[in-house]
């Protein structure tokens, strides 16, 4: 099994940065990709980005392609997504996920990942 804490949520105003932050833990071998999935209050959960763990392909939705960084600490197991220039249709629950599956060019899409983090809340007010 492999557990996923996210951390580094919280409330900030529009044009503001935060970093999330997810340590995975457990049975962590053979993870190919981990992504960054939002859910906002009456929406579907959509994928943010995501990141494959040889360091290799980085994959963004166009609503934050040039806002956000996704990146990786393989030494610490760790997924971190840099939010810049935010705005309140950013406000949402942010999970972190993993997949031992490779999504290929998929990788936006939730259905490839198993293992979920419990999310971490993000609010942008105008």
């Known amino acids: 099994q492999v557990q996923l804490v996210e951390s580094g949520g919280g409330s900030v105003q529009a044009g503001g940065s935060l970093r999330l932050s997810c340590a995975a833990s457990?049975?962590?071998?053979?993870?190919?990709?981990m992504a960054w999935f939002r859910q906002a209050p009456g929406k579907e959960r959509e994928g943010v980005a995501a990141?494959?763990?040889?360091?290799?392909?980085?994959y963004y939705a166009d609503s934050v392609e040039g806002r956000f960084t996704i990146s990786r600490d393989n030494a610490k197991n760790t997924l971190y997504l840099q939010m810049n220039s935010l705005k309140p249709e950013d406000t949402a629950m942010y999970y972190c996920?993993?997949?031992?599956?490779?999504?290929?060019?998929?990788?936006?899409?939730?259905?490839?990942?198993?293992?979920w983090g419990q999310g971490t809340q993000v609010t942008v007010s105008s």
């Open positions: 990141i494959y763990t040889d360091g290799g392909s980085t």
């Open positions: 996920a993993a997949s031992k599956i490779n999504p290929s060019v998929y990788a936006l899409r939730q259905e490839w990942y198993y293992y």
């Open positions: 457990g049975y962590t071998y053979g993870i190919y990709c």
